[in-house]
């Protein structure tokens, strides 16, 4: 009998082409998506080197972190020039290596980790790499998936295969069922809470429990993207039924008796009985609250109805962390969350640019209007994210509560774009960083759902989104 095995085991060793006597593994990649900021120089490099891309069919490239997300974006002055740069770039590297890509002009286009799992490019049981550390969503496929530097980028272009050391397995369980008014960004938050920035250092985690397995794919993708805010290497997610039904008929999945044969594959990824963990945390479903960020890293999250810390209630060296981060942000140690008031609304990103996020924020606005004087904006995870959103009805409602209605792109997840706080703004923000500068200059974060960045929409200022409902 073979020893029981997790599902990142089984999912590694179907993969490792070569394995060195110290353990470096070389890992066989079966989809590698490319974004325009971490490819020119990997291109640039095999070209001095005459090389072609080893496997041009098995990877996707599509520009999403500098496009600009207004309608007159086609007009190439709306970029600045490092921006034009490396989206001509990518123009130029797809049509000349002759990989697949969707330009800004595709209604296909997007934010990579979206449009991957979209077009069925992403599938369970797969290794997917990409040079951007929120490939970990792709693991909410049961897939495999790191995010790579440049030079690795490189190295997969010319050969198709990564090489790595394997990781440690980490198990996160989240038990029961969510209260009302609580989601999957605020299961992912509260991990991290739990766990800190470096509770998952070396590890894959591997999601599981009843909340997990009842989160639609939509969530568990969410779960899964902020895996690496905690620390680790990547997060996984076993394929079930919703799996299937997600994958099926997409674009690039498999078809006829190729699809019947990969879901009777797909079936045999879970972690089996007995399987060692060397790590585990379990949360209860019912104990997670909505929760919003106070501070400059994702592990400053608290429940909606607590105050801003007390720098002096944290050990050792969090002390002078926290207080810089209260200094940061502009906030008093007691002061209640729900009287931080903002100004800046942004619902979008790879966390939280997908059609269930704006069901669930549109939710809460129908019949609504923001706050007078509130910037707050719609940004699609993809063009088709848009499109379904508009026959929905809910870009009307976004609109009619005063939201700008965007195109697709990473738009304020980060300031690459022409979409930035400036300096001592304070935004309600469903992506997943809150670093300092991480909006634009000086511009102040706080980490949330879709639902409770609407509610926060509508008041002004944080708040519990439970009593909106
Ligand atoms: C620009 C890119 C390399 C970066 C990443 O890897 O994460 C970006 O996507 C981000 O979210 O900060
Ligand atoms: S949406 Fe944000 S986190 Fe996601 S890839 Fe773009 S910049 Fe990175």
New binding site residues.
């Given amino acids: 009998m073979t020893a029981p095995k997790t599902l990142y085991d089984k999912i590694w060793d179907a993969h490792v082409a070569h394995e060195a006597e110290d353990g470096t593994c070389l890992l066989y990649i079966d989809r590698h998506l490319v974004?325009e900021?971490?490819s020119p120089q990997a291109f640039e490099g095999l070209r001095m080197a005459h090389r072609p891309v080893h496997a041009p069919d098995k990877t996707i490239a599509v520009p999403d972190?500098n496009v600009p997300t207004t309608l007159d974006r086609a007009n190439a002055a709306t970029m600045t020039e490092d921006s034009r740069i490396q989206v001509e770039a990518l123009d130029k590297n797809a049509k000349d290596f002759g990989i697949n890509y969707y330009p800004v002009s595709d209604v296909r286009q997007g934010i990579v980790h979206i449009v991957g799992p979209e077009q069925g490019w992403t599938l369970p049981g797969m290794t997917v790499v990409c040079?951007?550390?929120?490939t970990a969503t792709h693991g909410a496929f049961g897939a495999l998936a790191h995010?790579i530097g440049t030079s690795e980028v490189e190295h997969v272009l010319a050969t198709q295969t990564l090489i790595q050391r394997k990781g440690k397995n980490m198990k996160v369980e989240i038990t029961g069922k969510l209260r009302p008014g609580v989601t999957a960004k605020d299961i992912t938050l509260s991990v991290i809470g739990a766990t800190g920035t470096a509770g998952g250092t070396g590890y894959v985690i591997e999601y599981c429990g009843e909340a997990i397995r009842d989160l639609s794919m939509e969530g568990r993708m969410t779960v899964c993207n902020m895996a690496i805010e905690g620390g680790a290497r990547a997060g996984l997610i076993a394929p079930d039924e919703k799996t299937f039904a997600y994958c099926m008929g997409r674009p690039h999945a498999p078809k006829g008796a190729q699809w019947e044969a990969a879901v009777a594959y797909w079936k045999t990824l879970f972690t089996d009985e007995g399987a060692h963990f060397d790590k585990v945390l379990t949360l209860k479903g019912e104990d997670i609250a909505p929760v919003v960020t106070w501070g400059t890293s994702p592990e400053d999250v608290l429940p909606i109805t607590e105050v801003v810390p007390a720098p002096g209630s944290f050990k050792g060296g969090k002390v002078e962390a926290a207080q810089r981060a209260l200094d940061y942000m502009g906030l008093e140690a007691g002061q209640k969350l729900t009287d931080i008031k903002i100004d800046t609304v942004f619902i979008g990103s790879c966390t939280n640019g997908r059609i269930e996020d704006f069901r669930a924020a549109a939710a809460i606005l129908k019949g609504k209007k923001i706050k007078d004087g509130m910037r707050a904006m719609v940004v699609p995870g993809s063009g088709l994210v848009r499109a379904q959103a508009e026959e929905e009805g809910l870009a009307q409602i976004f609109i009619d509560a005063g939201f700008e209605w965007r195109l697709a792109g990473?738009s304020m997840?980060?300031a690459?774009n022409p979409d930035q706080l400036a300096p001592g703004e304070r935004c309600a923000a469903t992506s997943?960083?809150n670093f300092e500068g991480r909006q634009g200059r000086g511009g102040r974060t706080h980490l949330m759902s879709p639902a409770m960045a609407a509610a926060a929409a509508i008041t002004g200022h944080l708040t519990d989104v439970r009593e909106m409902m």
């Fill in positions: 974004h900021v971490t972190h040079g951007d550390s929120h995010g990473c997840c980060l690459m997943n960083r």
